[in-house]
């Protein structure tokens, strides 16, 4: 293990699986302990009530929790507070389950303006009305100036699975359809050009949207999808790794076919970045059998924030574990795995 | 333009002499193995990687002299990021910032040079590599302190240009891809007199097609049998280059000769500021002593840069010498052969 944690540790690339792995997962073992976006227990557990039978529930709890520390806390397209209920019910979503109920817990800094966190809770309330979920608890805690950067917003999630729903990083299969809800990139780039670090002006605006009546909405049409994951930091190349590696299959990336807007192509052209590892906070990727594929392509058109859903590669045998691109002129090259911080380029 | 079925149908029906081509730029290294390029050419042509990488090319000592100016004549650096893991002799900035050099990351050196303005009580250096497409807003950072008056501000020059490289390359190719970017600064006389040196070569772009389209023409050209000079990216690169870049550069910087690694020293290849700007030299402010660099045995980056040897032929490659661990500068930069072989390398 690296002997400081370094901003790579935050970025979702190997850095963050080798922390998780080698650090939180050797204290917090478990047999509930989840590598999927949320975990899924058997409500009440089974050792309840002394395993009174009669006690036993059959639900599918799914659980989720979320930190948010995004910076600027407004950006084009929303701010801190409508991502912290968009990522918490879309990772819900994303093991197939209804989101019903979440908490929030803010850390605000001394000295934040009354206004910005008026705008902050106003923007949670209308993103989790229209998600269907109610916030039912939170804490609130302020710190000395400095000691944060403006607010952090901590959230937990719970919902219910739907019957007949089994979605999990480790089920893709060779033959899979895999699909993208919409272009890409969008979120991190938004951030990138707020940041205003760089000097380029470009009308990006966030993706960040609240997925799961999408996901609903597809579950209720079809059941036979095996991988659903929303794409977060580390964008949908860091998804496309994490599901190769726990599914132990290679994925066949069609280069022309993935989605990206002019606007991210040229940011990311003029500072060599790669928009498959920019973060998206409004985007699913999804697995699914490929005679399935046009049947969920024609659900999720149906439904708002999905309505530019495509087919972007396949999963197969080969490969195990890599990301292969099938570029414009027929030939294969990998996809260099996420990992590190991003530098920016001499030339 | 013929499209890139036929381009490619064309290069792969290829059957004559062995045809070596090199490229010299970091872009052209990471677009051709982003692009898999190499895979669809038939087994009479090989590409090469050759020493455009401005930061694969700089010396250990660049490092070693920017170290000293921190730790010895506390000195705060501003550097594009790149240069931020390159080993020196004997640690890279990265290790001189963990023994308390002050070592800053900047996005642009007119950034360096407002830093120094809003920070008179230090003496900050700018690190200047890279060739003609950054020796412009290099030397604009220095002119803009000049009209300032600034006292605390001056670079450390690492500039170079191709002009004389290409002669001491001449028999490692049959013909050059000549690099795209610096072409749309310096314009394309020189390539006119280097084909009066029998040296032969393309100007090329940066898309699949503009790539397979200057290799298509590299072979036609090479079965006639004369040297050759030709622009394949003429949509953006003029015979008469930018001229308001040219004048900066002819206004501020005059040529020198310099040390490239691999290459050893080639006379006139440099860019050092002249005498109207001799305050800003760093190594003349502040009487820099000479540095010897002093190599890795174990590195062949030398021989990479050359051409003479590929990056998964030398012994480190991959095993002591990985992108997060880097013994050579041609692992460390992202557009270094062997970053771009560790990072794409297919199976």
Known sequence: MDEFITLAHGAGGRQTSDLIGGLFKKYFANENLTEDDAAVVKFPPADFNNGDSAAQGNADLVMTTDGFIVSPQEFNGGNIGKLSICGTVNDLACMGAKPLYLTCAFVIEEGFPFSKLEKIAEAMGKTAKEAGVQIIAGDTKVTGKGQVDGIFITTTGVGLRLNGVKTGGSLAKPGDAVIVTGNIGQHGCCILIERNEFGINADVKSDCAPLCNSVLGLLNDTKDVHVIRDATRGGVGTVLYEIAEQSKTGIKLFQDKVPVSPEVKGVCGMLGLEPLYLACEGRLVIFAPKENAENILASLKKQKYTEDSCIIGEVVSENPGRVIVETEIGSKTMLPPPGGELLPRIC | ?347
């Open chain 2, 1 to 347: 333009m013929k499209d890139i079925k036929e381009l490619t149908s064309y290069i792969q029906n290829y059957s004559g002499a062995q045809i070596k081509i090199m490229e010299v730029c970091g872009t052209h290294t990471h677009e051709i193995f982003k692009q898999g390029i190499r895979n669809i050419l038939p087994s009479n042509i090989t590409l090469i990687s050759g020493p455009g990488c401005p930061v694969c090319v700089t010396p250990n000592s660049f490092i070693d002299e920017a170290i000293a100016l921190a730790l010895e004549n506390n000195c705060t650096i501003t550097t594009f990021g790149d240069l931020v893991r390159v080993p020196g002799s004997e640690m890279s900035l990265a290790g001189a910032r963990s023994k308390g050099a002050k070592i800053n990351v900047v996005y642009s050196p007119l950034d360096a040079e407002i830093y120094a303005e809003e920070h008179p009580e230090e003496q900050v250096v700018f690190l200047s590599v890279g060739f003609e497409t950054t020796v412009p807003a290099n030397a604009l950072s220095v002119v803009h302190a000049y009209n300032k008056g600034l006292k605390n501000y001056s670079i450390l020059t690492a500039n170079k240009t191709m002009d004389n490289a290409y002669s001491v390359l001449k028999d490692s190719a049959d013909a050059f891809l000549y690099p795209g970017h610096v072409s749309v600064i310096t314009g394309t006389s020189l390539y006119e007199k280097l084909k009066g040196q029998g040296i032969s070569g393309v100007v090329c772009g940066f898309t699949s097609q503009e790539i397979l389209t200057a290799i298509a023409t590299i072979i036609e050209n090479l079965e006639k049998g004369k040297p050759f000079a030709l622009n394949c990216y003429p949509s953006v690169v003029k015979p008469e280059g930018n001229p308001a870049a040219l004048k900066i550069i002819k206004d501020t910087m005059k040529s020198c000769d310099a040390e490239w690694r691999g290459l050893g020293i080639i006379k006139d290849s440099g860019l050092e500021l002249n005498d109207m700007y001799a305050q800003y030299d760093a190594r003349k402010k502040f009487n820099l002593r000479k540095i010897e660099g002093k190599q890795n045995p174990a590195c062949r980056c030398g021989e990479i840069l050359q051409g003479k040897c590929r990056p998964d032929e030398c012994p480190c490659f991959g095993k002591n010498c990985t992108p997060e661990h880097p013994i050579g500068a041609c692992m460390v930069s992202g557009e270094g052969s062997c970053s771009a072989f560790y990072k794409y390398n297919i199976l």
